[in-house]
């Protein structure tokens, strides 16, 4: 036991005479650069997702073609980090098949 204790002792001592650097809430011009990347990344890659999509199945979620980019920039980074269930050329597939069966 003495000699887990001592360890522990030592740990705590050079942790609390480490010295770190202040670290601030708020990202710096690299953090806020690689960030907005990143958003357009994902903006154009959900964009690209739902122009794959046919006419139709935009309909049935109610979007139209030529307001999606608008709809994308909408969104939060939550809703633009989302995926689809199905890769894109089974989806309409898949989704065309439910309908039919569905009538």
């Not at 003495?2 to 708020?26: C, G, K, L, Q, Y």
């Not at 006419?55 to 809703?79: F, K, Q, T």
């Amino acid at each position: 036991m003495e000699d887990v204790m001592s360890v522990f002792i030592t740990r705590e001592m050079i942790a609390s005479n480490t010295p770190t650097a202040p670290r601030s809430a708020e990202p710096g011009v690299i953090g806020r650069f690689m960030q907005r990347a990143a958003r357009q990344w994902r903006d154009r890659r959900m964009i690209a997702q739902l122009q794959s999509m046919e006419d139709w199945v935009l309909r049935d979620i109610g979007i139209e073609r030529g307001e999606i980019p608008a709809i994308v920039a909408r969104l939060n980074d939550r809703e633009v980090r989302m995926t689809p269930v199905s890769k894109p050329d089974q989806q309409s597939s898949v989704m065309q098949h439910a309908y039919q069966k569905a009538a």
